[in-house]
């Protein structure tokens, strides 16, 4: 199978520094300084975001607060501030739907989407000069361009920041010649040396490795999957599935004992999560860590479809008590999974647990209860478990769709 010929079409697109990038958009005396975003500014605090004056020097998303102080000493530490981000988020997509038919949001700062009319790159570049004078002068993208959706995220990761290449039947191989295999996205340490022990040491091995033998070292529909992706072809959809909704929360210490309070507010927002996307869930999962290490989970299926959080609430409590791990507390996860779209389900009539009646109910009371919330802001009206929740678990932003 040879690259595929088509024009380039496939645009991904992602902010630089995305978080960082934006308070000083927001700030300009914060500009051309090392400065992070991070859930707590103590030194325990991991670092979400860094500048690129603060990448040039080494300090990186994932990295402590205190262990970023130690690289520069001048490290201005931020809190995320989300309604910021989600402004610029939204401000920047609309700009994009004025070019594409489909515009896909990855993540916060990430978008996928086709270009239809005049050349890719051409059209790449307006876009660039409009986000400077529309959205901010301060903010840059990196943009790549290729035949499909994945090698477009390769092609915005050569260069950064305020990077635009492209990956295409021309270059290709000129490309994967400058690349390591953990460069890919996908390709960790793991599967690098799994590629390794079938004799695939490059990406341009990768490339050129005969299908059959991909099947057997990914297992069949893997290794096509990856033999059609490194030769440009489309099999990674634009709209992608939801899998799990959920939240988690790493507390403060002055917070670590303080689980059910915590878990009150993670189920309001998964609920909520979930009743803004359409879904119901019918299985939850509880993860709970410790301060010395020492993490504990388990899942369940449950024996309706649910959405509402106080039915989520009920089921996590459920779990809590078969928690070994109660106080301090590192990080605590809720999710949902087993997910559906509500257009998909029908109601249990002869449902003798709930009773059909008393689902139509509770289903018009929270919708009711959401329409208020949206018009007036999250938490106008709140169940009364939540009275003492108010510090607990800050508005974040959440990776992914």
Same mark, same amino acid.
């Given at each position: 199978?040879?690259?595929?010929?088509?024009?380039?079409?496939?645009?991904?697109?992602?902010?630089?520094?995305?978080?960082?990038?934006?308070?000083?958009?927001?700030?300009?005396?914060?500009?051309?300084k090392a400065v992070v975003v991070a859930a707590y500014t103590t030194s325990s605090g991991c670092?979400?975001?860094?500048?690129?004056t603060a990448k040039k020097m080494g300090i990186k998303t994932g990295m402590r607060v205190g262990d970023g102080r130690l690289i520069c000493p001048n490290l201005i530490v931020l809190e995320p501030d989300p309604e910021k981000y989600r402004f610029v988020h939204k401000k920047l997509k609309?700009?994009?739907?004025?070019?594409?038919?489909?515009?896909?949001?990855?993540?916060?700062?990430?978008?996928?989407?086709?270009?239809?009319?005049?050349?890719?790159?051409?059209?790449?570049?307006?876009i660039k000069e409009r986000i400077k004078k529309e959205i901010g002068e301060y903010i840059t993208v990196s943009i790549g361009i290729s035949t499909n959706r994945y090698l477009a995220k390769v092609a915005s990761n050569l260069q950064k920041p305020d990077g635009l290449s492209v990956i295409n039947k021309s270059n290709y191989h000129k490309v994967f010649s400058n690349l390591k =295999?953990?460069? !890919?996205?996908?390709?960790?340490? /793991?599967?690098? &040396?799994?590629?390794? @022990?079938?004799?695939?040491?490059?990406? $341009?091995?990768?490339?050129?490795?005969?299908?059959?033998?991909?099947?057997?070292?990914?297992?069949?529909?893997?290794?096509?999957?990856?033999?059609?992706?490194?030769?440009?072809?489309?099999?990674?959809?634009?709209?992608?599935t939801r899998k799990v909704v959920g939240n988690s929360y790493a507390p403060p210490p002055n917070h670590a004992n303080k689980v059910g309070e915590i878990m009150i507010k993670l189920t309001e927002k998964t609920g909520l999560r979930l009743r803004y996307a359409n879904l119901k869930a019918l299985g939850v999962h509880l993860?709970?860590?410790?301060?010395?290490?020492?993490s504990w989970h388990m899942g369940r299926t449950l024996k309706?479809?649910?959405?509402?959080?106080?039915?989520?609430?009920?089921?996590?409590?459920? =779990?809590?008590? !078969?928690s070994p791990i109660k106080? /301090?507390?590192? &990080?605590?996860?809720? @999710?949902?999974?087993?997910?559906?779209? $509500?257009?998909?389900?029908?109601?249990?009539?002869?449902?003798?647990?709930?009773?059909?009646?008393?689902?139509l109910k509770k289903e018009e009371l929270t919708k009711s209860l959401d329409l208020i919330n949206t018009k007036y802001g999250d938490y106008t009206i709140y169940p009364a478990r939540m009275v003492n929740t108010k510090d607990m678990v800050k508005d974040r932003i959440a990776f992914g769709q």
């Open positions: 199978m040879e690259f595929n010929t088509n024009l380039p079409r496939i645009v991904h697109l992602d902010i630089n520094s995305c978080f960082a990038t934006i308070e000083q958009q927001a700030n300009p005396k914060l500009r051309d670092i979400l975001a860094s500048s690129i609309k700009l994009l739907e004025k070019y594409s038919p489909l515009v896909t949001s990855k993540s916060i700062d990430e978008f996928v989407f086709e270009i239809v009319k005049g050349s890719p790159v051409v059209v790449s570049r307006q =295999l953990t460069d !890919l996205t996908g390709i960790k340490i /793991n599967n690098s &040396n799994r590629l390794r @022990s079938v004799g695939i040491k490059t990406v $341009n091995d990768f490339y050129s490795y005969p299908l059959y033998k991909l099947k057997i070292a990914f297992g069949g529909i893997g290794g096509l999957y990856w033999h059609l992706r490194l030769h440009g072809y489309e099999i990674d959809d634009f709209k992608s993860y709970i860590q410790d301060r010395n290490g020492t309706r479809y649910v959405s509402n959080s106080c039915d989520i609430y009920r089921e996590m409590n459920n =779990l809590l008590r !078969l106080n /301090n507390i590192r &990080n605590i996860a809720i @999710s949902t999974f087993k997910l559906k779209q $509500n257009s998909e389900l029908q109601l249990e009539i002869f449902d003798n647990e709930v009773g059909f009646f008393n689902v």
